[in-house]
């Protein structure tokens, strides 16, 4: 996502730089024989000293059988007319025939080009120019020697591949064609320059498989397979990314990104061992582990540094380290465009050579590149979506044929990194730190549509299991997996989450059709993928439920997708008829004790149900009869007491400040702890706005620390929500600025000791640039310890993270905990997966993050950048938080993964609730069964599915940073073993198979013995 005025500031920010560069080496008819003036003198290159300077270049030359190395004589004529000027140079001490013995000078700087021996070895060289002064008989002499060192051998790669916005510069359906006709370009352009040098063939790189994706769905066989042809020749090189990454992408979608390139690999039978990610300066931490699992070794970026910083300096290679220890080799380039508006490669030589040339230089006398390979990305001209330019093959053709070195080749990732790995991998650095994302704070423009898209990454994983479950437990066979709709759900989301969000006018022109029409798809992707998992996970859970037996005429089967047992409420929406009908005189029993269950009705039309001890992916029943209401039922159970301001169970009480409508005290009974830390000026969930002094403007200049405005609540009122048994609450209502209304709702739970805040916000629309933030500023202890989950990982903030990378907000997946001597909190942002740790860092662009709290900001809704994102945003919109606390762990600030992840995916995974058929005869009579259990807690089955034969794959993940040797059981899929201990009766146990992960592992296993 590139627009014209974004360009204009990269070329602001390189002029300085390339000012050598610009005095060009070569005339229009390239470079000549002998010595010749390239930079005229101007009025605005006058001197006042006579000066001589020579400059060796990184050009090298074929003259004849030998090779020459360009330099240029650099001579300062301050005299008021021109000037002959004789040269002599001095090889070694001897002399030095040059072509021309003569420069003929003109007032001010001279720039002028020579040619001598390649250096093989170093050797002094010194020239003289002598000139008459014009000033009676005096001459003016100048003296220069240098050491010329070998050159060395530039080899240049080129990656020539379109810069995949999906949107941004037109619709996002034309997006989808333009690109499917580029490859059929491709396939054209391939095709025409086969005659030519190899380094000139063309050669290109399909930046996501998205677009060959739609290729092969659009296109006949027979091109699909010439196109296939040319990606095994090595002409065209797949990228093993679906599209552009985020940090918003959730767990399994960051695993699944590879998947469609792998499929269409093994299918065309080719191999796919790099990939590509341009614009965006962030990639999950888990991606090299990932990208090692499907066989990709090699991974190039090209970072856009608008907004946000690259990390170490560019160009460089390194070796990436996921937390388990898989590495890639990571080429860390110059931004995707840099090749075209700063190096001009797509135009005539006499333009782009100055340019390579002066980079070139600049690179070598930085000291810290040694290396005589280097590659850029390129496009056929400067902006993104760009088609393939067949005249590149040209440009590298006619370079090669003038220039020995650099040389240039339009080239696959996949060979410049071969040779970059066998000629320098074995002293590359390492570094095995995360690289978060700066743009992921532009998600926050459109909250409410992040938060339907948050819900789905969640209910298609437990959509998906329930699905696996049913159509391979079922013994007729009348639920089949739904693979393409489960695919589909996936892609829907996915889209929502790649980088691209809107138009390149989005805040200028907001009400422009082309803002408009981009976002109506846009947001379509996250009300689809909301469909879809919703839809699936319905349609999985009544499948399974079919296969349960009911033993009376309203029981529901409560479904637990988690790989651990678990206590959770449960809401279960009653069917019309009787139940509704009884108005809360109902009773609830759990079928496997046959005692009564705890609940309170929700309205006329649902229940609130506390199931206790649900299988580890399984179930449990439960019934339902008219009848008198438990005692308690409608009314405060014992466990809750409502005050005027507070609200109090066994584990928590809370006091709300009337003032702001914050939590100011939230006291921990079992721990002795009071868990808010009251010198932050905000309390805990306060709602707070914001507007910055300056505009956008100041916001995005990362030269200084913008100023804001803000605001809190200035009156609040408080009142008595639900009463228990199951769940208690307190409402706090208040109409801050830019939100007439504004209700907040905390929640304590009689069994489960957990808080949940609950923030439904109507809010004005305004295109002013705004902000707004949650405050939870919690008390642990001094020099607390913050570590929070991020896709396939977790992460300590500010110290596991490669320099220069976002300190100002992150992205949490399902948890952050804080933890200290007193005390750990674990908590869990729902919709909002933007956070600020130890003040808002909002405007400060921190190069540093050093955390003296426990406080956390939720960074809930922005409008700040300057294109791509939304303008505005308005309506009603929830914000859910959920924490909780544990005593400290052994060491001091000592981190528990375990706990924090279960916590965190409990909150995002609720427990199903699905009514049984009446009277249903099903496959399972018993009122409660695991499906799928491992025996170690630092294991979870993430991801459960089956592949096209039946078999079932699980996607289990270590947790704790600790390596573990575990079983997987499951009766269902595993059957059972009969054994005999003595004389004793036989006894049946269920089969399990072991698995071996090493610490933080991602791994995949087929569910059979």
Same mark, same amino acid.
């Given at each position: 996502?590139?627009?014209?005025?974004?360009?204009?500031?990269?070329?602001?920010?390189?002029?300085?730089?390339?000012?050598?560069?610009?005095?060009?080496?070569?005339? +229009? %008819?390239?470079?000549?024989?002998?010595? @010749?003036? &390239?930079? #005229?003198?101007? =009025?605005?290159?006058? *001197?006042? $000293?006579? /000066?001589?300077?020579?400059?060796?270049?990184?050009?090298?030359?074929?003259?004849?059988?030998?090779?020459?190395?360009?330099?240029?004589?650099?001579?300062?004529?301050?005299?008021?007319?021109?000037?002959?000027?004789?040269?002599?140079?001095?090889? +070694? %001490?001897?002399?030095?025939?040059?072509? @021309?013995? &003569?420069? #003929?000078?003109? =007032?001010?700087?001279? *720039?002028? $080009?020579? /040619?001598?021996?390649?250096?093989?070895?170093?050797?002094?060289?010194?020239?003289?120019?002598?000139?008459?002064?014009?000033?009676?008989?005096?001459?003016?002499?100048?003296?220069?020697?240098?050491?010329?060192?070998?050159?060395?051998?530039?080899?240049?790669?080129?990656?020539?591949?379109?810069?995949?916005?999906?949107?941004?510069?037109?619709?996002?359906?034309? *997006?989808?064609?333009?690109?499917?006709?580029?490859?059929?370009?491709?396939?054209?352009?391939?095709?025409?320059?086969?005659?030519?040098?190899?380094?000139?063939?063309?050669?290109?790189?399909?930046?996501?498989?998205?677009?060959?994706?739609?290729?092969?769905?659009?296109?006949?066989?027979?091109?699909?397979?010439?196109?296939?042809?040319?990606?095994?020749?090595?002409?065209?090189?797949?990228?093993?990314?679906?599209?552009?990454?985020?940090?918003?992408?959730?767990?399994?979608?960051?695993?699944?990104?590879?998947?469609?390139?792998?499929?269409?690999?093994?299918?065309?039978?080719?191999?796919?061992?790099?990939?590509?990610?341009?614009?965006?300066?962030?990639?999950?931490?888990?991606?090299?582990?990932?990208?090692?699992?499907?066989?990709?070794?090699?991974?190039?970026?090209?970072?856009?540094?608008?907004?946000?910083?690259?990390?170490?300096?560019?160009?460089?290679?390194?070796?990436?380290?996921?937390?388990?220890?898989?590495?890639?080799?990571?080429?860390?380039?110059?931004?995707?465009?840099?090749?075209?508006?700063?190096?001009?490669?797509?135009?005539?030589?006499?333009?782009?050579?100055?340019?390579?040339?002066?980079?070139?230089?600049?690179?070598?006398?930085?000291?810290?590149?040694?290396?005589?390979?280097?590659?850029?990305?390129?496009?056929?001209?400067?902006?993104?979506?760009?088609?393939?330019?067949?005249?590149?093959?040209?440009?590298?053709?006619?370079?090669?044929?003038?220039?020995?070195?650099?040389?240039?080749?339009?080239?696959?990732?996949?060979?410049?990194?071969?040779?970059?790995?066998?000629?320098?991998?074995?002293?590359?650095?390492?570094?095995?730190?995360?690289?978060?994302?700066?743009?992921?704070?532009?998600?926050?423009?459109?909250?409410?549509?992040?938060?339907?898209?948050?819900?789905?990454?969640?209910?298609?994983?437990?959509?998906?299991?329930?699905?696996?479950?049913?159509?391979?437990?079922?013994?007729?066979?009348?639920?089949?997996?739904?693979?393409?709709?489960?695919?589909?759900?996936?892609?829907?989301?996915?889209?929502?989450?790649?980088?691209?969000?809107?138009?390149?006018?989005?805040?200028?022109?907001?009400?422009?059709?082309?803002?408009?029409?981009?976002?109506?798809?846009?947001?379509?992707?996250?009300?689809?993928?909301?469909?879809?998992?919703?839809?699936?996970?319905?349609?999985?859970?009544?499948?399974?439920?079919?296969?349960?037996?009911?033993?009376?005429?309203?029981?529901?089967?409560?479904?637990?997708?988690?790989?651990?047992?678990?206590?959770?409420?449960?809401?279960?929406?009653?069917?019309?008829?009787?139940?509704?009908?009884?108005?809360?005189?109902?009773?609830?029993?759990?079928?496997?004790?046959?005692?009564?269950?705890?609940?309170?009705?929700?309205?006329?039309?649902?229940?609130?149900?506390?199931?206790?001890?649900?299988?580890?992916?399984?179930?449990?029943?439960?019934?339902?009869?008219?009848?008198?209401?438990?005692?308690?039922?409608?009314?405060?159970?014992?466990?809750?007491?409502?005050?005027?301001?507070?609200?109090?169970?066994?584990?928590?009480?809370?006091?709300?400040?009337?003032?702001?409508?914050?939590?100011?005290?939230?006291?921990?009974?079992?721990?002795?702890?009071?868990?808010?830390?009251?010198?932050?000026?905000?309390?805990?969930?306060?709602?707070?706005?914001?507007?910055?002094?300056?505009?956008?403007?100041?916001?995005?200049?990362?030269?200084?620390?913008?100023?804001?405005?803000?605001?809190?609540?200035?009156?609040?009122?408080?009142?008595?929500?639900?009463?228990?048994?199951?769940?208690?609450?307190?409402?706090?209502?208040?109409?801050?600025?830019?939100?007439?209304?504004?209700?907040?709702?905390?929640?304590?739970?009689?069994?489960?000791?957990?808080?949940?805040?609950?923030?439904?916000?109507?809010?004005?629309?305004?295109?002013?640039?705004?902000?707004?933030?949650?405050?939870?500023?919690?008390?642990?202890?001094?020099?607390?310890?913050?570590?929070?989950?991020?896709?396939?990982?977790?992460?300590?903030?500010?110290?596991?993270?490669?320099?220069?990378?976002?300190?100002?907000?992150?992205?949490?997946?399902?948890?952050?905990?804080?933890?200290?001597?007193?005390?750990?909190?674990?908590?869990?942002?729902?919709?909002?997966?933007?956070?600020?740790?130890?003040?808002?860092?909002?405007?400060?662009?921190?190069?540093?993050?050093?955390?003296?709290?426990?406080?956390?900001?939720?960074?809930?809704?922005?409008?700040?950048?300057?294109?791509?994102?939304?303008?505005?945003?308005?309506?009603?919109?929830?914000?859910?938080?959920?924490?909780?606390?544990?005593?400290?762990?052994?060491?001091?600030?000592?981190?528990?993964?375990?706990?924090?992840?279960?916590?965190?995916?409990?909150?995002?995974?609720?427990?199903?609730?699905?009514?049984?058929?009446?009277?249903?005869?099903?496959?399972?009579?018993?009122?409660?069964?695991?499906?799928?259990?491992?025996?170690?807690?630092?294991?979870?089955?993430?991801?459960?599915?089956?592949?096209?034969?039946?078999?079932?794959?699980?996607?289990?993940?270590?947790?704790?940073?600790?390596?573990?040797?575990?079983?997987?059981?499951?009766?269902?899929?595993?059957?059972?073993?009969?054994?005999?201990?003595?004389?004793?009766?036989?006894?049946?146990?269920?089969?399990?198979?072991?698995?071996?992960?090493?610490?933080?592992?991602?791994?995949?296993?087929?569910?059979?013995?």
């Amino acid at each position: 996502m590139t627009s014209n005025k974004k360009i204009g500031s990269f070329r602001t920010r390189y002029a300085v730089s390339c000012v050598l560069a610009a005095i060009a080496l070569f005339s +229009a %008819g390239g470079l000549t024989p002998a010595l @010749s003036q &390239t930079a #005229p003198a101007t =009025p605005s290159t006058r *001197v006042s $000293e006579p /000066r001589l300077d020579v400059v060796p270049t990184v050009f090298l030359i074929r003259d004849g059988a030998s090779v020459k190395e360009v330099v240029q004589i650099i001579v300062d004529h301050p005299g008021a007319g021109p000037a002959d000027a004789a040269v002599k140079a001095w090889i +070694a %001490g001897k002399p030095y025939s040059l072509d @021309s013995a &003569t420069l #003929p000078l003109k =007032p001010g700087k001279n *720039v002028f $080009e020579t /040619r001598l021996p390649e250096s093989v070895k170093p050797v002094k060289a010194r020239f003289e120019v002598r000139w008459a002064s014009g000033r009676g008989p005096a001459q003016v002499t100048l003296s220069r020697e240098i050491t010329m060192t070998p050159r060395r051998r530039w080899s240049v790669y080129l990656f020539h591949h379109s810069h995949t916005d999906i949107g941004y510069t037109e619709l996002q359906s034309r *997006v989808a064609q333009n690109h499917v006709e580029y490859l059929d370009s491709v396939i054209d352009y391939c095709r025409e320059t086969e005659a030519y040098p190899d380094d000139a063939k063309f050669r290109w790189t399909i930046e996501v498989s998205w677009a060959l994706e739609n290729f092969i769905r659009t296109r006949p066989e027979s091109e699909v397979r010439a196109l296939a042809d040319l990606i095994r020749a090595g002409r065209v090189e797949l990228s093993a990314l679906y599209l552009q990454l985020s940090d918003a992408f959730a767990h399994e979608e960051i695993v699944r990104t590879v998947d469609a390139a792998r499929e269409f690999a093994r299918r065309y039978g080719f191999d796919v061992r790099s990939a590509m990610n341009n614009d965006v300066n962030g990639f999950a931490w888990s991606l090299p582990q990932i990208f090692a699992q499907a066989g990709v070794r090699y991974f190039a970026s090209g970072i856009n540094e608008t907004r946000s910083r690259a990390p170490l300096r560019r160009p460089n290679a390194f070796w990436w380290e996921s937390p388990d220890g898989s590495r890639i080799l990571h080429w860390n380039g110059e931004h995707y465009l840099f090749g075209n508006y700063e190096l001009l490669l797509h135009e005539a030589i006499d333009r782009s050579a100055p340019k390579v040339g002066g980079y070139l230089a600049r690179l070598e006398a930085r000291g810290d590149y040694p290396y005589d390979i280097i590659a850029f990305n390129v496009g056929a001209w400067v902006t993104d979506n760009c088609p393939p330019g067949r005249a590149l093959s040209d440009r590298v053709k006619e370079w090669n044929e003038r220039f020995v070195s650099p040389r240039l080749r339009l080239a696959t990732m996949r060979e410049f990194f071969e040779r970059m790995e066998k000629e320098h991998g074995a002293t590359l650095p390492v570094h095995k730190l995360g690289w978060p994302d700066y743009w992921t704070d532009g998600i926050a423009s459109t909250a409410f549509e992040t938060g339907l898209n948050r819900a789905a990454h969640n209910e298609i994983l437990s959509a998906e299991k329930a699905s696996a479950l049913a159509a391979k437990l079922d013994p007729a066979k009348a639920f089949r997996f739904p693979a393409d709709k489960i695919r589909e759900g996936y892609v829907s989301s996915m889209l929502y989450d790649e980088h691209t969000w809107g138009a390149w006018n989005s805040i200028d022109e907001p009400w422009s059709e082309l803002a408009r029409s981009q976002w109506a798809i846009k947001s379509g992707f996250a009300y689809q993928a909301r469909e879809t998992s919703r839809t699936l996970l319905r349609r999985g859970t009544e499948a399974l439920a079919r296969l349960v037996s009911a033993g009376g005429e309203h029981e529901f089967m409560v479904f637990n997708p988690l790989s651990w047992p678990r206590t959770d409420m449960v809401r279960v929406s009653l069917p019309a008829g009787p139940l509704r009908e009884a108005k809360g005189k109902l009773k609830v029993v759990d079928r496997r004790l046959g005692a009564d269950a705890k609940f309170q009705m929700m309205g006329d039309d649902a229940l609130l149900v506390l199931a206790p001890n649900v299988p580890a992916m399984g179930y449990a029943v439960f019934a339902v009869t008219t009848g008198e209401a438990l005692p308690g039922t409608g009314a405060s159970g014992p466990g809750s007491e409502i005050r005027a301001n507070a609200i109090e169970n066994r584990y928590y009480r809370v006091t709300v400040d009337p003032k702001t409508g914050g939590v100011s005290s939230l006291f921990d009974k079992e721990l002795g702890r009071e868990l808010v830390d009251k010198s932050c000026p905000w309390p805990l969930n306060t709602y707070i706005y914001e507007q910055p002094e300056g505009g956008r403007k100041a916001v995005d200049d990362m030269t200084k620390r913008a100023a804001f405005n803000r605001w809190a609540p200035s009156e609040a009122k408080v009142e008595a929500g639900w009463p228990g048994p199951v769940a208690a609450s307190l409402v706090v209502r208040s109409a801050p600025k830019m939100c007439p209304s504004l209700e907040q709702r905390i929640v304590l739970y009689d069994d489960v000791k957990r808080v949940d805040l609950v923030n439904v916000l109507n809010k004005e629309e305004t295109f002013a640039p705004e902000a707004l933030y949650f405050a939870f500023p919690f008390q642990v202890g001094p020099g607390p310890n913050v570590r929070f989950e991020i896709a396939g990982a977790d992460m300590a903030p500010g110290t596991e993270q490669l320099p220069a990378t976002t300190l100002d907000w992150h992205t949490a997946q399902h948890w952050v905990e804080f933890s200290g001597k007193d005390a750990r909190v674990v908590w869990s942002p729902l919709e909002a997966p933007l956070v600020q740790f130890g003040d808002i860092n909002t405007g400060k662009w921190l190069k540093k993050l050093d955390l003296a709290n426990a406080w956390v900001f939720s960074y809930a809704m922005n409008n700040y950048w300057m294109t791509n994102f939304k303008a505005s945003q308005e309506g009603r919109v929830e914000f859910r938080y959920s924490l909780t606390s544990l005593p400290p762990g052994a060491a001091v600030a000592a981190s528990d993964r375990v706990s924090a992840t279960r916590f965190g995916w409990e909150v995002h995974t609720p427990l199903v609730a699905t009514w049984l058929p009446p009277g249903n005869k099903g496959r399972f009579g018993t009122p409660q069964e695991s499906f799928l259990s491992v025996d170690r807690r630092n294991i979870i089955v993430q991801a459960l599915w089956l592949e096209g034969d039946g078999t079932p794959v699980a996607r289990l993940r270590e947790i704790a940073g600790e390596s573990v040797d575990a079983r997987l059981s499951s009766a269902v899929f595993l059957g059972f073993t009969t054994r005999r201990f003595g004389g004793g009766p036989e006894i049946l146990e269920v089969d399990s198979i072991p698995v071996r992960l090493k610490p933080f592992e991602i791994q995949t296993v087929r569910l059979v013995r």
